[in-house]
């Protein structure tokens, strides 16, 4: 690498690189939440993916009230990341339009108050260094149009804060859709729109989860 591009780059020389803190909300205790079914294996296969591949020390907490996020976001402030080179949260749960997660008590909290935790005045050894935040939730119940190639594919989607209208709009749209054991979830879905994604093809059986072919070229 040349001088110029190494100027551009950030240094990922740290053992380990950083903290990974994943947030994985499966069930819900307020708001009329759905059961996140599946979400189980993305998370597993996160933290696979960070401690194993890519050298992260990683915290995987599972169904998080708004009290104990708000806690475990405090203690990573406060945490001292000189000797680190970076940092992530991934956090997989219910979201809505307004840039807003569920906590797993139903208490929503919005994505700006999360990320100003580890601004450079707030964390003050992650500046100048990359923070990196993985949001895999809907965000709203409108739907963005699907075409497909081939109508026999089924569609498969996330279950949002209410799978009322997406499987009103499913059945209308798409008769062969099903929602089975397969389940497909969209990182960063525009803003006021559920995530929806055609089946593909996998290398095992009652699996449908995208995180593993995103797995794959890191290993």
Not at 54 to 79: A, C, G, M, P, W
Not at 167 to 178: D, G, Q
């Amino acid at each position: 690498m040349d001088r110029q591009n190494k100027k551009s780059c950030y240094p990922m020389d740290a053992n380990p690189i950083g903290h990974c803190l994943i947030i994985n909300n499966v069930e819900f205790t307020g708001g009329n939440l759905a059961e996140r079914v599946g979400s189980d294996q993305d998370a597993t296969k996160l933290e696979e993916l960070f401690g194993n591949f890519l050298n992260f020390t990683v915290e995987l907490k599972r169904n998080v009230t708004k009290e104990q996020l708000e806690s475990t976001l405090r203690h990573y402030q406060q945490k001292d990341h000189s000797e680190f080179c970076t940092f992530f949260v991934v956090i997989l749960s219910h979201g809505d339009e307004g840039n807003i997660v569920y906590a797993s008590d139903g208490q929503a909290m919005k994505l700006d108050d999360i990320f100003q935790y580890f601004s450079a005045s707030s964390c003050l050894s992650l500046g100048g260094k990359p923070k990196v935040f993985i949001v895999q939730a809907c965000r709203g119940n409108q739907h963005n149009r699907v075409v497909s190639l081939n109508r026999q594919d089924s569609v498969v989607y996330d279950g949002g804060p209410s799978t009322s209208s997406q499987t009103k709009f499913i059945k209308k749209e798409h008769s062969l859709a099903k929602r089975g054991p397969h389940k497909y979830f969209r990182i960063a879905s525009p803003d006021g729109y559920i995530g929806l994604k055609f089946d593909a093809e996998q290398d095992e059986p009652f699996t449908g989860w995208t995180i593993k072919p995103h797995m794959k070229p890191v290993k």
